[in-house]
């Protein structure tokens, strides 16, 4: 398969638990995105890493979420002291920078918070 | 604050109808406007519009783009229930840093009856 894969594709939580997810971009594309997304609403941007570095951070991106890409490839999603408003679905994006290019999305991953 | 619009929110129709979906947006600087189905997870691509009046088609599908009014539409002519999604419409902002990031409406829900 050689489109963006997330895992987990689902988790359930306690509220106050870590969370961590995982993103890995199709593999020659250089930037990654992540979005949240909550039920009847559209897909809300949250962050973009251009190889590594991590370049836009929307003001949705509280002081408890936190992303990394550490060598341009895959990225992880952190949530720590995970609240019940952060039940949503998280979706990876990723894309060709220097030209007009779609993002292609993953499945993303269903979070729960209980 | 960029934003897009999209309506109506939902939609039945029975097989064989023609749909037309209404984007409307406010960007700063504009650079293109991507239309995506969801049916249960990723958004899938489906066009991509950057210049006025220039339409794209796939198959049943298409769509137009007009840069003086702000707004696109998505046609889907002689409906199948497989057509059955949310159908997303975001723009792409040309700011100085050119992430690429995606500013999502709220989405169209269609539901094609047999």
């Known amino acids: 398969d050689t489109g963006v894969s997330q895992d987990p594709r689902h988790k359930i939580t306690k509220r106050g638990q870590n969370v961590t997810f995982r993103c890995d971009p199709i593999s020659e594309h250089n930037r990654l995105y992540w979005y949240r997304q909550t039920l009847g609403q559209g897909p809300e941007f949250l962050t973009y890493?251009?190889?590594?570095?991590?370049?836009?951070k929307s003001r949705l991106l509280s002081d408890r979420f936190s992303a990394e890409r550490p060598k341009g490839s895959f990225s992880t999603l952190e949530i720590q002291r995970t609240e019940q408003g952060d039940s949503a679905m998280y979706l990876c994006?990723?894309?060709?920078?220097?030209?007009?290019?779609?993002?292609?999305f993953g499945q993303g991953t269903r979070l729960t918070v209980v | 604050e960029d934003k897009v619009v999209q309506s109506p929110l939902s939609l039945v129709v029975h097989e064989g109808d023609t749909v037309t979906l209404n984007c409307s947006y406010e960007v700063t600087n504009f650079r293109s406007l991507l239309w995506y189905k969801q049916e249960k997870k990723a958004p899938t691509f489906l066009f991509m519009l950057?210049?006025?009046?220039i339409e794209k088609k796939s198959g049943r599908l298409s769509s137009i783009l007009d840069k003086k009014e702000l707004f696109s539409i998505l046609n889907i002519t002689a409906t199948q229930t497989g057509d059955s999604a949310v159908y997303l419409c975001a723009v792409t902002p040309h700011g100085s840093s050119n992430t690429g990031k995606l500013i999502f409406g709220q989405g169209t829900t269609l539901q094609v009856k047999p």
């Open positions: 994006a990723s894309s060709l920078r220097g030209r007009d290019t779609e993002a292609f």
């Open positions: 950057t210049s006025s009046g």
């Open positions: 890493f251009q190889n590594e570095a991590q370049l836009e």
